[in-house]
C-alpha cells in the first residue's frame, strides 16, 4: 500500500491525541461501525478516531458526541475523508438515545438518527437505526441485533439492513469484539476484533473487516482511538 501524507499526517495526529490521554468512566458509542447501547454521560464529550487500511486505500472517520441526559447524546461525525477523493465523505449530524428496559440485565433499546450532507456535492441524506441488546448473566456477553435505514448520500444507494454485535468482556481492561452488517453497501462487513481501556477514559480498539460481497470493498485493518472528556 502506498504511504502518502494523509496517512502519515493521521497517524502523527493519532500519536499524539494517544500521548495527550494517557495520563488523563470507559464507555463506547459503536461497537466497530454498528452503534452500542453506551451513551455519553451528561456533560462529557465522546470523541474517537478510526483507521481503515486496505491493500488499495486508507480511511478515516472522526467521531463526536456530547450527553444532553434523559438517555441521550447528540453526535457530529466527519464520513469516510480518505487518500483520494470518495463519494461518501460526509458530515452528519444527529442523536442517539438509549432507552434502559430491564436494569438486571441491561436490557436496553437503542434508536438513532443522522443526517449527513455531503461534501462532494451530492445532497443530503439519511442514517437511521435502532436496536436491542441485553448481558447474558453467566458470561457477562452483551448481545446487540437490529437494523439500518441508509441513503445514497453516505452509502452509495438505499437500502435497509440487519445490524448486530456481540460484546464479550474477558478482563475488566480488554473485551472481544465483533459486530456486523448485512447486505451490498460500503459497510457491509463482518468485523471481529478487540478493545482495550488504557485507562478510564481512553479506549483502543482494533479489528479486522471482511466484506459480505466483493463489491462492498476490500477487507482490511480498523484501529479506533476514543476518549472522554
Known sequence: MHINSKIIT??????ILFIFCINISNAQQTIFNVPSADVTE????FF???????NEFASFTHYGAYGIGKYTELDLTLFQVGTHPGNNENLGIGFKTSLPLHEKSETKLTFGHLIPASLRG?????YTY???STRLSKTKTRITSGFLVGTSTLFGRDFICYIGGVEQPITKRFNLIMD?????HPYGFLIPGFSFAVNPTLTLYTGYQIHNN???GDNGFVIELAKIF
Open 214 to 216: 466483493k463489491a462492498n
Open 180 to 184: 456486523y452488517h448485512s447486505g451490498k
Open 42 to 45: 451528561k456533560g462529557m464529550i
Open 10 to 15: 493521521t497517524i502523527i495526529c493519532g500519536f
Open 122 to 126: 451530492n445532497g443530503v441524506g439519511g
Open 130 to 132: 435502532s436496536h436491542l
Open 48 to 54: 474517537q478516531h478510526e483507521s481503515q487500511f486496505s
